[in-house]
């Protein structure tokens, strides 16, 4: 894909370089559950969904946007992404076989889902177009229901091992995403096990941000950071221990991964590319990852626009300078090849501008430490 810039008073064409991971909010904040630390609940409810003008202006920019690269990915997210329905889905397979016209490319579709509606319909959907599954799971019971529940203050629980149940059957692979709360980062024990008695071998841990959508302020769901750490740290010595090849635990694989190569591993956490994450919301703006729950500062503007022209607009050079500034001074860090600076996120700049230092900076380099000392004693470094 080329474009034209001014350089110097004249126009020159240039090939475009830039691809970029749309995460899209096809339903907006709609969501069948109210979990207590979201905070799309802290906002007034939209129930607009991504019409189809948006969603084929989208595809197609996301596959010129990504021409040289082979893969394009496509993050479904919500709200919750099933409540949009088949059809909206079949759609989107449709625009992106419309799309993918040299069919050289291979598309990755990965949705998030809570997984209480999934179906033996939505089932045979993704097996039939390879969808990749994520599964909102905080643990066992007493952890996950507390804050995971229905409007009406039933927990979730059960729901989502139903749904498990049915993806299991079908054989179709799936991965969870478990957000550590101010409860449960106290229980790394009790967390492991549960996830490994389930036979549940590919996990991700997130912290639970919950903030105040307006003023910032951490709400009590979010576990300080040295909490936090310390669940890891526990988390890495039990998956030592278990010894399972099959047992994936984001981070922690992608510490030993970056460790053993001396660079950064896949996830975006310690990839310095968060200006390739957007956010696509139902109405076309597309947003930086780190807006999702600090207002609307980052817009770079709307995907009917082309990608172009968010690429170059203002806002988007300033986010970019603004990542990278902040981590002028890991440059002198041990750790950096690896860590990148982490996630612009966990720099809480909205709220915290003095401060300009990744919170979870100590805990990473107490994980990266501790990694590093156990592939010493095997002998792998
Ligand atoms: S802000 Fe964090 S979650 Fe978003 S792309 Fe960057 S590293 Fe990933
Ligand atoms: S460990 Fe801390 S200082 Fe080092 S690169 Fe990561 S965030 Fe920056």
């Known amino acids: 894909m080329s474009f034209f810039i001014k350089e110097k008073g004249n126009m020159v ?19 069948n559950m109210k979990c207590e ?25 996301t596959y010129q946007a990504n ?15 099933l409540v949009v329905g088949k059809k909206f889905y079949q759609k989107v397979v449709e625009l992106q076989k419309k799309y993918n016209q040299s069919q050289k490319q291979v598309t990755i579709n990965g949705l998030q889902t809570n997984g209480t509606l999934i179906d033996e319909e939505w089932v045979k959907f993704f097996k039939a177009n390879e969808f990749q599954i994520g599964i909102s799971l905080d643990g066992p019971p007493e952890y996950h ?36 709360t101010d409860v449960s980062v106290y229980s790394p024990e009790r967390m492991f096990r549960f996830f490994v008695e389930n036979e549940l071998y590919d996990i991700k841990f997130s912290r639970a941000l919950g903030r105040d959508y307006y003023d910032g302020r951490l ?14 740290l526990q988390i890495l010595e039990l998956w030592l221990e278990e010894d399972n090849p099959q047992l994936k635990i984001t981070p922690i694989n992608e510490i030993f991964i970056s460790l053993l190569r001396g660079e950064c591993g896949l996830e975006c956490l310690f990839s310095n590319k968060c200006d390739r994450f957007w956010i696509v919301n139902p109405d076309g703006s597309v947003h930086a990852c780190i807006s999702e729950g600090i207002g609307e500062k980052w817009c770079f503007g709307n995907i009917n626009a082309g990608s172009e022209t968010l690429i170059h607009s203002s806002v988007f050079q300033e986010f970019q300078e603004m990542v990278t ?32 230092r990744n919170v979870l900076c100590k ?11 156990k592939l010493i004693q095997y002998g792998l470094v």
């Not at 064409?13 to 709609?30: A, D, L, N, Y």
């Not at 906002?43 to 607009?48: D, N, R, T, V």
């Not at 021409?67 to 992404?81: A, L, Q, R, Y």
């Not at 709400?219 to 890891?232: H, I, M, S, T, V």
Request: charged content about 30%; aromatic content about 14%.
């Open 145 to 180: 229901d507390l804050y995971r529940r229905y409007p009406k203050g039933r927990g979730s629980f059960k729901d989502v091992m139903k749904g498990i149940k049915i993806l299991r059957k079908n054989d179709i692979p799936f991965g969870i995403v478990s957000v550590i």
């Open 37 to 61: 630390y979201c905070f799309y609940h802290q906002l007034e409810e939209s129930h607009q969904s991504m019409n189809l003008e948006v969603l084929e202006a989208l595809i197609k920019e």
């Open 13 to 31: 064409e240039k090939e475009s370089t830039f691809g970029f991971v749309p995460i899209i909010k096809c339903v907006g904040f709609e969501c």
């Open 363 to 373: 805990t990473f380099q107490r994980l990266f430490q501790k990694a590093e000392e």
């Open 325 to 356: 500034d902040l981590r002028k001074s890991c440059l002198k860090c041990k750790w950096y090849n690896i860590c990148k600076g982490g996630c612009t996120i966990d720099y809480e700049l909205e709220f915290f501008s003095q401060e300009k």
């Open 67 to 81: 021409i040289h690269s082979p893969m394009v990915n496509f993050i479904w997210h919500g709200g919750e992404p």
């Open 219 to 232: 709400l009590k769901f979010a576990p300080n950071p040295d909490e936090y750490g310390n669940f890891l």
